[in-house]
């Protein structure tokens, strides 16, 4: 049985899947508008996740050696080359040296 943070990562999983479908669908030129559907396992292996993708016959499995959103960047990347869904825009990563942003605070006392 599964935990409930394996079926809300499952979830939350393939709702993103569905959309970036859509995304690549209503971008390609060949689009048939049909519903693509993915189906999803994810399960947790205590540091990371192995996530179980099913589409159109083919299956694959990634192991996440982690949570974080470079975990989950690099999970999407693979996902679009194996399955052709939209690719992922990463952000430039700044250099360990980068300047700290000039930060402001917005609330410095209590408001209620």
Do not use: C
């Amino acid at each position: 049985m599964k935990s409930a943070r394996e079926q809300r990562l499952a979830t939350a999983l393939r709702d993103n899947l569905r959309r970036r479908k859509a995304q690549s669908r209503a971008n390609s030129a060949d689009a048939s508008g049909t519903a693509t559907t993915f189906d999803i396992e994810a399960a947790d292996t205590g540091e990371g996740v192995t996530i179980a993708v099913r589409h159109g016959g083919a299956t694959r499995v990634y192991a996440l050696d982690g949570t974080d959103q470079e975990h989950f960047a690099d999970f999407y990347a693979e996902l679009s080359r194996d399955f052709g869904t939209r690719p992922l825009i990463r952000a430039a990563k700044l250099p360990a040296d980068a300047p700290d942003p000039p930060w402001r605070a917005l609330l410095t006392e209590n408001i209620s």
